[in-house]
C-alpha cells in the first residue's frame, strides 16, 4: 500500500472527527470577529507635480514621471510626515500607549506603519489608505497626508532654495565690492571721469580702438587685467542672482490632489468570512496533527510491545 493511499485512509477514517473540527473552529472564529474592534478604510489618492517651476508646469500641463513619485512616496513615508501625524492627531491617546514605557515609541510607529499605507499604483499616482476604528478620523488622517506633505515639501524647498540664494547673494555683493575697490584704485593712478573707463571697456572689441590711450601708465595693466576679469564675473553673478531671485518669489506647484478621503462607514476589518476559515483551517491542521501524532504513537506501542 502507497503512503498516498495510507493518507487516504486516515483522512477518510477520521473524516468526521476533523469535519467537526473545522465547524467549531469556524464558529470560534466567527465568534471572536464580535470582540476584534471594528476597522474602517478611507483612501486618498495624489499624483506629483512634473517640474518644481510653476511656469514649467503652465507650459507643460502634465502629472508627473516615476522619479517624482518616488520622490513624493519618500516624503509620505518619513519619519518626520509619520511624526507630524501623530502629533496632529494625538495618535499616541488612540492606541492607548503607555509613554512610560521605554519602547512605546516602537510600539506605535508599528502600530501606524499598520494603519497608514501608501502605495504606487501602475498610473504613476499614490494612493494613500488609512484604516482606524474611527470612519472620520481616518478620513482626517488620509486628507491630512495630502495638505500636509505639501508644507512639508515646501518646507524642505524653501531651506534649500535660501541657502543657495543666500550663497550666490554673498558672492554677488562681494564681488561688486572687490569691482569698486579696483575701480577706485584705477582712478586713483588715472584720474579723470569715471566715464573713461566705461568707454574703456564698451570699446574694447572695437578692432581700431589703441587700448594705449587709455592705459597710459604701466600700473595700470595688472589692476585693468583684473578689473575686467571681475567684471566679468560679477556680470554672470548678476545675472545669476536675477534669475534665483525671480524664482524664489515664485509659489511652489501642489501635488494634484484626485479623490479626497471621506468617511466609509462600512467596515473593512474584521471579516466573518476570513476569520471563520481561518479559526477552521487552524482546528482542522491542530486536530489533525493531534490525531496523526495519537495513531503514530499507538503503532509505536504496539511494535514495541511485541
Known amino acids: 500500500m502507497t503512503d498516498n493511499s495510507t493518507g487516504l485512509d486516515f483522512l477518510f477514517k477520521n473524516r468526521k472527527l476533523l469535519i467537526f473540527a473545522a465547524f467549531l473552529g469556524g464558529i470560534i472564529g466567527i465568534g471572536a470577529t464580535f470582540f476584534i474592534p471594528k476597522k474602517y478604510?478611507?483612501?486618498?489618492?495624489?499624483?506629483?507635480?512634473?517640474?518644481?517651476?510653476?511656469?514649467?508646469?503652465?507650459?507643460?500641463?502634465?502629472?508627473?514621471y516615476e522619479i517624482e513619485t518616488e520622490q513624493l512616496m519618500q516624503l509620505l513615508e518619513s519619519k518626520s510626515m509619520r511624526d507630524k501625524t501623530i502629533e496632529a492627531f494625538k495618535l499616541y491617546d488612540y492606541y492607548e500607549e503607555d509613554t512610560t514605557d521605554l519602547k512605546w515609541k516602537s510600539e506605535l510607529t508599528?502600530?501606524?506603519?499598520?494603519?497608514?499605507?501608501?502605495?504606487?499604483?501602475?498610473?504613476?499616482s499614490i494612493v494613500i489608505n488609512v484604516k482606524t476604528k474611527d470612519p472620520q478620523l481616518s478620513a482626517d488622517i488620509a486628507n491630512f497626508q495630502v495638505s500636509e506633505v505639501n508644507r512639508y515639501r515646501e518646507q524642505i524647498f524653501e531651506e534649500n532654495?535660501?541657502?543657495?540664494?543666500?550663497?550666490?547673494?554673498?558672492?554677488?555683493?562681494?564681488?561688486?565690492?572687490?569691482?569698486?575697490?579696483?575701480?577706485?584704485?584705477?582712478?586713483?593712478i588715472k584720474g579723470g571721469s569715471q566715464e573713461l573707463l566705461y568707454n574703456f571697456v564698451e570699446n574694447l572689441n572695437n578692432e581700431n580702438y589703441d587700448t594705449q590711450d587709455f592705459i597710459n601708465d604701466s600700473r595700470l595693466e595688472?589692476?585693468?587685467e583684473q578689473y575686467l576679469y571681475e567684471r566679468g564675473r560679477y556680470l554672470a553673478l548678476r545675472v545669476k542672482y536675477d534669475q534665483m531671485k525671480e524664482l524664489i518669489e515664485q509659489p511652489l506647484p501642489s501635488v494634484y490632489s484626485i479623490d479626497i478621503a471621506e468617511p466609509t462607514y462600512k467596515k473593512v476589518s474584521p471579516s466573518f468570512l476570513m476569520n471563520a476559515l481561518v479559526g477552521g483551517?487552524?482546528?482542522?491542521?491542530?486536530?489533525?496533527?493531534?490525531?496523526?501524532?495519537?495513531?503514530?504513537?499507538?503503532?509505536?506501542?504496539?511494535r514495541v510491545e511485541k
Open 161 to 188: 532654495r535660501e541657502k543657495s540664494f543666500k550663497n550666490i547673494g554673498d558672492k554677488y555683493l562681494l564681488s561688486k565690492r572687490r569691482l569698486a575697490a579696483l575701480k577706485d584704485s584705477i582712478y586713483a
Open 281 to 302: 483551517i487552524i482546528f482542522f491542521i491542530l486536530v489533525l496533527t493531534i490525531r496523526l501524532v495519537g495513531t503514530q504513537w499507538r503503532n509505536l506501542k504496539e
Open 222 to 224: 595688472p589692476i585693468i
Open 110 to 124: 508599528l502600530k501606524y506603519i499598520n494603519d497608514v499605507s501608501f502605495f504606487r499604483s501602475k498610473y504613476l
Open 41 to 64: 478604510l478611507s483612501t486618498a489618492i495624489i499624483y506629483p507635480y512634473n517640474s518644481h517651476k510653476v511656469n514649467e508646469i503652465i507650459s507643460n500641463p502634465q502629472f508627473g
